[in-house]
């Protein structure tokens, strides 16, 4: 019997001490969905899947009239989805139409990227007028993850 006392008690101690996941884990709930996307591949599969997701999110969203805040953060080689020289045809013209009819979705581009295609490529490199800039995309992320949005990878 003393052995399960200790153990109940080690157990309350540890829960008040660390909190349950609920509270670990709790945020004020506004009612507003978000999600982050993540794109860092040149692959223009890939980057449709992207778009995909984001419209089906949307739409479902809007659909049973809840907000939702959608960012699509691209680095490393998926920065060309938001290029506008080198982003397949299809997905520049799709790109284009976010920018035009889904407020909510914004894209966000990685500084440190763009820094790195323009030293290798010895020229400036266009991107998509409405897009973000933060000097790190992964950081983006980190920071998206800690605040509580959904990071998905489609």
Known sequence: MPVLFRALV???????AVG????????????????????????PH???SVLNVAA??????????E?????????EAGLHLLRTDTAP??????VQGFEMSMPNVAFVACGNTIDT???????????????????????ALIEANEAGWTIVRP
């Not at 295609?117 to 010895?122: A, D, P, S």
């Open 10 to 16: 080690l157990l309350c101690f540890v829960t008040v």
């Open 20 to 43: 349950t996941p609920s509270e670990l884990w709790a945020e004020e709930d506004d009612g507003i969905h978000r999600l982050v996307l993540q794109i860092s591949d040149n692959d």
């Open 46 to 48: 890939k980057m449709m």
């Open 56 to 65: 089906n999110v949307s739409r479902h969203y809007s659909g049973i009239g």
């Open 67 to 75: 907000e939702v805040e959608i960012r699509i953060v691209a680095f």
């Open 89 to 94: 045809e299809d997905v520049a013209k799709r």
């Open 117 to 139: 295609m323009e030293r290798l490529e010895g020229a400036k490199i266009p991107i998509i007028e409405h897009a973000e800039i933060v000097q790190t995309g992964v950081v």
